[in-house]
């Protein structure tokens, strides 16, 4: 029944490309394949013991049908269409850039030896293994009392810092800023990834990277559009960046 998806999301993908090019929806097509295609492999190879469990028809066609679903509206609004996006609130654009970049600081300043010792300490499944069983890791220093709840605002910010990228891509695409701003900006999507480290989480930096090929698919079309003497470099930054 893993065949099922396989077929599926490759017509859906050589549908959604003929109709729109390869925009977002087409990218988020090509993951759900990718995935489908290592499962099937998976499950061929038996390379992990739950792979013989059986799919059956059912679940197979609503996994299809509520994967459909999320992705239609990046499909139906497709944005090689839409010549340029408007910022109507540039004062908020800015404040929560500042914001973002703020949590990053904050997280830096007050975990940076617990980032080190972390990255430094090698084995990650003990590590993981302390934060399933106890919430935190032994011999590092955690807030208490009132700092952690000061401190909680700033690490849920820190943890949806992806957001940033579309604020880059935007800044670079439509707006004159500095290099440096933007690269200020590019810094202040890194909280999620050290959010990640923190909680020994290396799915953290996975979805960081879906959502940076993301961002780019959506912004792409607005690389070949940006004119003037500073196209270059942003084109530069748009393919180092993928």
Sequence with gaps: MIAIPLIYFSLLLIYIVRKNGYDVSAGM????????????????????????????????????????????????????????????????????????FFSLSTTLILNFKNIVDIVSGGDIYNLRMQIYKYGSIDGLITASGFARYVLMPFNIISLSSSVMLLFYFYSICFLDNSRLFNLFIFSSSLGAIFQGILFVDRSAAFYYILFLFLAIL??????????????????LYCSLLS
């Design 29 to 100: 097509v090509s993951l759900y394949l990718m995935t489908t295609i290592i499962s099937l492999l998976i499950k061929i190879f038996n390379i992990y013991p739950l792979a013989s469990i059986q799919i059956h028809f059912l679940p197979a066609i609503s996994y299809c049908f509520f994967v459909t679903l999320t992705i239609f509206p990046f499909y139906y609004y497709n944005l090689n269409t839409v010549k340029i996006i408007r910022l109507n609130n540039s004062w908020l654009f800015y404040l929560l850039i500042y914001i973002y």
């Design 218 to 235: 959506m912004f792409r079309p607005y690389f070949r559009m940006s004119t003037g003497k500073n196209s270059d470099y942003r084109l």
